[in-house]
């Protein structure tokens, strides 16, 4: 084949890779067109849409980016305190205050350095957000669980003046006596999601607030790792999903004072070895989740969709796979899963999904190597 004809292929091949990636995908209800919103971000772990336009995002390695007017701005937000960027750790979720227009409040999630540096625990700072930098920061809540993965770090406001937070196992293998496990344990905060006011301060109604030698900041125990946090607009509730081993990813119901049983009872394997990690699936006492994903899609964020752009997903629960490299649209009946359809497949590992205030669908994408990735946008798009 000569040159000239290889060159006429390539340019041919390319042009349909164009198109392909312009054209609408098709889904049960709603056909949608993938836009790249912004694609130089390095490690982007969470993003917020703030009143006024702009955006925040994560960068784990320790940058809180601001995309205004469909720009990247090249500084960083100032202000945040060191971050432990190694492993799985570095700057996780930002989350703005309910009542922001008001109070300009910004909560950010991070591996904070303990010790010599070489291990980190999960932290959750609050500050405002103002001139392009975070002032009166104030720490609200330090884990006293550490290690070098698993830092949970999602973040979620009820509405009713309360703040949520994940906090991860932080990879203690499961061995030996499985309910001696930290996260079985409710004197540290080892695979819990804890409950503060979103000041800070412990709510007296906790439901282990007067156990003796328990954490009064949990809200629930026995999780591995949470990765996706939301409040079902329908009945108010938290849900949350979480990674099982090697399969076994799980969607929950949280609720208070429960044990939702890791690694006591779960539906994953060995990563390795392929055996039983689990006593079983089932335990009294232990809650069962609402929905399970076998094999794994390695679950990472979870967003109600409440918008009007695409009105036939209104009310479903997006969850993303960074594994499975897939968008999971969950159709809700409550909290009830009565039906899953897979969305941009095979577009890289989506880390987190979030509406926006224009009613679109947002999704984080990251690469485990530290290449920049994209944020795409989902937009309705005509049916052909």
Do not use: C
């Not at 205050?97 to 409040?105: E, V």
């Not at 499975?324 to 159709?331: D, E, K, P």
């Amino acid at each position: 084949m000569s040159r000239t004809w290889m060159g006429l292929v390539a340019g041919v091949a390319l042009l349909s890779a164009t198109v392909l990636a312009q054209a609408p995908l098709r889904s049960a209800l709603h056909d949608y067109r993938v836009v790249t919103v912004v694609d130089t971000l390095v490690q982007p772990w969470s993003m917020a849409f703030l009143p006024g336009g702009d955006t925040l995002i994560t960068e784990r390695p320790g940058r809180l980016r601001i995309l205004r007017n469909g720009k990247l701005l090249p500084q960083p937000v100032e202000g945040l305190p060191p971050v432990l960027f190694a492993g799985q750790g570095g700057l996780l979720e930002v989350a703005p205050h309910p009542d922001f227009a008001s109070n300009r409040l910004i909560y950010v999630s991070f591996s904070k350095p303990i010790g010599d540096g070489k291990e980190g625990t999960t932290a959750l700072i609050r500050g405002r957000y103002e001139n392009d930098r975070l002032t009166n920061v104030q720490q609200l809540f330090e884990s006293i669980s550490k290690g070098r993965g698993h830092y949970g770090g999602k973040i979620a406001f009820d509405g009713k003046g309360f703040v949520f937070l994940t906090l991860g196992d932080r990879q203690v293998p499961p061995e030996g006596d499985l309910e001696a496990h930290p996260a079985q344990d409710l004197s540290n905060h080892h695979g819990t999601i804890v409950r503060l006011h979103d000041d800070g301060r412990v709510p007296a109604d906790n439901p282990f607030v007067s156990r003796a030698g328990a954490r009064p900041e949990i809200w629930s125990y026995g999780h591995r790792n949470v990765q996706g946090l939301a409040i079902n607009p329908e009945t108010g509730d938290v849900m949350a999903n979480e990674h099982g081993p090697q399969g076994g990813d799980e969607l929950n119901r949280i609720l208070p004072g429960l044990n939702y049983g890791w690694p006591v009872i779960g539906f994953g394997v060995n990563y390795t070895t392929g055996l039983a990690i689990h006593k079983g699936t089932h335990r009294e006492g232990m809650e069962q989740p609402r929905h399970i994903w076998v094999p794994s899609i390695g679950v990472s964020g979870a967003m109600f969709y409440t918008g009007d752009r695409f009105p036939q997903w209104k009310g479903n629960l997006f969850v993303g796979g960074m594994a499975g490299q897939r968008l999971a649209r969950l159709t809700m009946k409550g909290n009830a899963v009565i039906g899953e359809e897979a969305l941009v497949p095979r577009m890289g590992r989506i880390r987190d999904v979030r509406q926006g205030l224009d009613g679109l669908i947002y999704l984080i994408t990251d690469d485990r190597d530290g290449k920049p990735t994209p944020i795409y946008r989902l937009e309705p798009a005509d049916r052909q």
